[in-house]
């Protein structure tokens, strides 16, 4: 049998190169040997988006965006996690094998507690059940596809191991194996996508390229890359340079070692090593760019996709929740 990939990526905001080199890009190479499962997060997304027109808004934005950039959605099953009932059900089940313990040491909640305690509040201000239980969510949305793989950014690797954890536990519980233990696969060259300045690119620091940005706007942004003080003569280092590791991410054949010997060398400014990597991201995202619009002009043509995608999702969601109704001795 072939082996499963997954991932899910949370409507929360417009899609940036971050997304595309650590998430997208991997999970689609993936695609070509593995029988993948790729989904839209969107009930994780509800926990910090309650505005729904703008939720409806970027769901079909993050669909386009796997689609423009290339998923094949007759190759890979492609879904919401909202139309797989099956995954609220098992996350119910999950929870009663997940200790309260290992959800106080996930990153997410960890940081929101230590900002309140920072600022003088109240540990769980502005928690809700949603983060608290978020690795519960996310590891019912792996279990239940009997994944193998989930390909995903650094930052996620915690909860693909709780996951792990959580699988283990109820495999031992019933000495059988119900769950497929799942492990995260993260490709080092992009594991961190720097931002515009020089900080992981994330949505909440606000460093960001999207990945559909108008040509004139991604040429503002680039330009708008933190540089030090070195002037045009001055060599420059390419490896502390997130320009440089910007435009590693692009390149082809032989282009980043010809760059790099132009950093070394000197007699290079920041404008053009910016201009230099406008070219290379110009390039690679103006064909995505134009796919995204076409898609987005149809949006009933994403919506057929997507349920298609869930109809023949649910039948393995099934399967996996059955077998663990079954040992558990909720079903006889
Ligand atoms: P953000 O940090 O902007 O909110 P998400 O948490 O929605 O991004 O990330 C979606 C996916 O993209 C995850 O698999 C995550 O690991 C990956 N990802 C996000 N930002 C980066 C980055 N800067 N470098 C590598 N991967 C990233
Ligand atoms: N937590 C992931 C993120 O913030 C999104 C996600 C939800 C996910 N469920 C998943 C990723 C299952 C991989 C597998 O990016």
Redesign the pocket.
Known sequence: MKKVSL?G??P??IL?I??Y???IKPALNLAREYDARYFIADYHALNTMKNGAELSKTIREVAAGWLAAGLDPDRVIFYRQSAIPETFELATMLMAFTPKGLMNRAHAYKAAVQENSEKGNDADAGVNMGLFTYPVLMAADILLFDSDVVP?????TQHIEMAADIAEAVNFTYKSEILRIPRAAVEER????P?LDGR?????YGN?IPLFAPEKELRKLIMRIDTNSQGIDEPKDPETSQIFQLYRLFARDGEETALAKRYREGGMGWGEAKEALFAVVNRELAPIREQFAALLSAPEKIDRILADGAEKARPIARATVSRFRRAAGIDF
């Open positions: 991932t990526i949370k929360t905001g940036h971050g997304n080199f650590g998430a995903v950014g650094k930052d996620q992009v594991a961190v996508v931002g992981k690119m994330s949505k909440s960001v």
